[in-house]
């Protein structure tokens, strides 16, 4: 009985996993357009900014825990935020415009 839940457990991560990178293969053949750029990734001190284009956004940053952790108005086309008092760990970056929001994988070291 055990192997038997074991096995429906197991059959049903991989066709999550098989969904999610399906759904992310679609959205990177849509999303052509690059919104913005994150640089030094890892950081340390500093997490740069960078809008492809002149536009009104928002950004917000989040921990794995998804708890927000940042929120902020990018108001020119390179933005920089300190995040000397963050502690080293995987965090997400989401830009809003007002036509899309992307979000990025930052590594704060």
Excluded: C
Aim: overall charge positive; aromatic content about 8%.
């Amino acid at each position: 009985m055990k192997q038997k839940i074991l096995f429906f457990i197991l059959l049903f991560s991989l066709s999550t996993i098989a969904i999610a990178q399906n759904s992310n293969s679609t959205q990177i053949g849509v999303t052509q357009e690059t919104v913005f750029n994150i640089s030094p990734n890892p950081g340390i001190n500093e997490l740069n900014i960078r809008l492809a284009q002149k536009t009104e956004a928002t950004v917000e940053i989040y921990n794995l825990l998804g708890r927000k952790i940042y929120t902020g108005k990018l108001t020119t086309m390179h933005n920089a935020v300190d995040i000397t008092s963050w502690k080293s760990g995987i965090y997400l970056v989401k830009v809003i415009t007002d036509k899309k929001s992307i979000t990025k994988r930052f590594v704060k070291k």
